[in-house]
């Protein structure tokens, strides 16, 4: 399997960014996805993921209310929709998805079997 992430870039602060996943080599649309970032000096952290139940969860209320998660399963694709964003969500924004995930590990970086390479976000003006 191999995750495709893209849409990262440059924004002002308050702009929006989709970031899209796209996975190649089998079908992900049963498998736990989620996003991570890494900010400079920071350690990989979680952002939003999707169980395989369905259900989503963010890292933080202020992401609940700023980011959105989805599938597109015709796609094979993830997306995270970013709004209101800020210079501290500036970061590397990577892909996983694993279809051994359970929703209790849904945060856990080590669940998730297949990455993306990542994608650059900066907020910035």
């Known amino acids: 399997v191999q995750l495709q992430a893209s849409g990262g870039g440059l924004v002002h602060p308050g702009g929006s960014l989709r970031l899209s996943c796209a996975a190649s080599?089998?079908?992900?649309?049963?498998?736990?996805v989620a996003w991570f970032r890494q900010a400079p000096g920071m350690e990989r952290s979680f952002v939003a993921g999707?169980?395989?139940?369905?259900?989503?969860?963010y890292a933080t209320d202020s992401m609940k209310g700023r980011f959105t998660i989805s599938r597109d399963t015709a796609r094979n694709t993830v997306y995270l929709q970013m709004g209101s964003l800020r210079p501290d969500d500036t970061a590397v924004y990577y892909c996983?998805?694993?279809?051994?995930?359970?929703?209790?590990?849904?945060?856990?970086?080590?669940?998730?079997?297949?990455w993306g390479l990542g994608t650059q976000v900066t907020v910035s003006s």
């Open positions: 996983a998805a694993g279809p051994s995930v359970i929703a209790s590990n849904l945060e856990s970086q080590n669940a998730y079997a297949y």
């Open positions: 999707i169980n395989r139940s369905g259900g989503r969860k």
């Open positions: 080599g089998r079908t992900i649309s049963r498998d736990a």
